[in-house]
C-alpha cells in the first residue's frame, strides 16, 4: 500500500486514492477534499501523507418508466456527495440496472442523463419533486427502483430580420426551478436547433450569439418571444413528454456588438459601427 509521487512543485499538497472495493477518500480519511498539507520545500520529501480508505460502499438502481424494450445503455449518472463537491459516475446496463460503486459511505444525490434515450437530463427526484438523497453505507444493498419520466422537447429556427439562418446562436432553456438544469444547443447552419431532456417545469428561452472577436457577426440576445430583457419575456410550461417544434425567433444584427440592432441604430441616426 505504500505509494510515492515525484515532480511535485512546492506548495500545497491535496492528496486522494482510488482503488477496486474501496471508498474513494482524500486526505487523510474523508470523501471531500477539505484537508490539504503544507508542501515540501524544494528538493525535500514530505513523508507520511497516509490515507485511510473503507471498504467500498454502493449505490444500487433500477430505471423504470413509461417505456417497452427501450435498451437503456446509453444511460450515465453521477453520484454527487452532500455538498456537490464530489461525483463518482457509472452507466446503465441495457435494462436499466445501475451500480454505482467506489463510493465513500454517506449520503448522495444522482443526477440521470438520459434524454438521448427520450428521458430527462436532471436529478432523480421524491415525491415533493426534491432531489432524493440516498443514504449508502454497505457494499452491496437492496436496488432502489426509480422512476424516469420521459422528456420534453423544445425546437424551432433561429433566423436574423431579413428571414437568413443564423447559424451558431446558442438557445438556452432556463428552468424557473433553481434545481432544475439550464439545457444549450446551437443553432445548425439552417438555423435550427432542438433542445431535449428538459423536465416538467417553466423555462425561459434565451437566443444569444457568442462572439470571439472583434469583427465577428453579432446579434441582439433575445428571450422568448420577442423580448429584450428576461423579465419582460414570457415563460413556456412543459408537461413530460410534451414536444414543442415551433419556437421560431428573430435575433437582430448587431455587428459592434452593443445589444443595440444595426437597423435600430440606423433609424435613430446612430452610428451601427461604433
Same mark, same amino acid.
Given at each position: ?51 485511510? &480508505? ?64 427520450? &428521458? ?128 421560431? &425567433? ?9 445589444? &443595440? ?14
Amino acid at each position: 500500500g505504500y505509494y510515492e509521487k515525484w515532480a511535485l512543485p512546492p506548495g500545497e499538497v491535496l492528496s486522494w486514492a482510488s482503488a477496486e472495493g474501496y471508498g474513494f477518500t482524500y486526505y487523510p480519511d474523508g470523501d471531500r477534499p477539505d484537508q490539504t498539507l503544507q508542501g515540501a520545500d524544494e528538493g525535500a520529501l514530505l513523508d507520511g501523507v497516509d490515507l485511510d &480508505m473503507p471498504p467500498e460502499s454502493s449505490l444500487n438502481l433500477q430505471l423504470s418508466g413509461e417505456w417497452d424494450d427501450l435498451d437503456l445503455s446509453g444511460v450515465t449518472v453521477l453520484a454527487y456527495n452532500d455538498t456537490y463537491t464530489v461525483g463518482i459516475g457509472d452507466s446503465s446496463d441495457a435494462t436499466g440496472q445501475i451500480r454505482i460503486g467506489r463510493l465513500y459511505p454517506g449520503t448522495y444525490f444522482v443526477f440521470v442523463y438520459a434524454a438521448a434515450e427520450g &428521458m430527462v437530463d436532471d436529478f432523480l427526484r421524491d415525491e415533493q419533486g426534491e432531489p432524493r438523497a440516498f443514504v449508502v453505507d454497505e457494499p452491496d444493498g437492496a436496488a432502489y427502483e426509480v422512476s424516469l419520466p420521459l422528456g420534453a422537447l423544445f425546437s424551432g429556427r433561429i433566423e436574423d430580420e431579413t428571414g437568413a439562418p443564423v447559424y451558431g446562436a446558442q438557445v438556452s432553456a432556463i428552468p424557473t426551478d433553481s434545481t432544475a438544469r439550464t439545457q444549450s444547443d446551437m443553432s445548425d447552419q439552417e438555423g435550427h436547433y432542438e433542445i431535449d431532456g428538459l423536465v416538467e417545469g417553466n423555462y425561459h428561452l434565451r437566443v444569444s450569439y457568442p462572439v470571439y472577436c472583434g469583427d465577428d457577426p453579432g446579434f441582439v440576445t433575445t428571450w422568448w418571444p420577442d423580448a429584450r430583457l428576461e423579465e419582460r419575456s414570457a415563460s413556456i410550461r412543459v408537461s413530460p413528454g410534451q414536444t414543442s417544434t415551433d419556437l421560431h &425567433m428573430v435575433s437582430f444584427r448587431d455587428d459592434d456588438h452593443d445589444q &443595440m440592432a444595426d437597423d435600430w441604430e440606423r433609424s435613430y441616426g446612430l452610428n451601427p459601427e461604433r
